[in-house]
């Protein structure tokens, strides 16, 4: 069974740093597309950032030039690090995997969410 467990998540004060770190476990035969959502309260999930298989990124304009995110293939993890945090910035944030387990199709998994407070 695929699970998506993020951690990294709490109080943090304005313009300090972050760093979430989000493991898959299962047996999984290929990854895709690996990112990073956030839904603030009363408001829709937006994307943060995408890291394609290759390495290749996408980042939302309101963090451009703040964020960084990586993945390791061999150890299935992707981690987004930001910088100068804003109160805006506080939501819950959301680990997501586009991936195809052993005996299964292609598909999306999400973790349970992690919730980040940027305290001003």
């Known amino acids: 069974q695929v699970q998506l467990v993020e951690s990294g998540g709490g109080l943090v004060q304005a313009g300090g740093p972050l760093r979430l770190p989000c493991v898959v476990s299962?047996?999984?035969?290929?990854?895709?597309?690996m990112g990073w959502f956030r839904q603030a309260r009363g408001k829709q999930r937006d994307l943060v950032a995408v890291i394609t298989s290759g390495g290749r990124t996408n980042l939302a304009d309101t963090v451009k030039g703040r964020l960084t995110i990586s993945r390791d293939n061999a150890k299935n993890t992707v981690e987004l690090k930001m910088n100068s945090l804003k109160p805006e910035d506080t939501a819950v944030y959301y680990c997501k995997a586009d991936l195809t387990p052993h005996g299964g199709s292609l598909r999306t998994y999400w973790g349970q969410g992690t919730q980040v407070t940027v305290s001003s």
């Open positions: 299962g047996t999984i035969w290929r990854f895709n597309a």
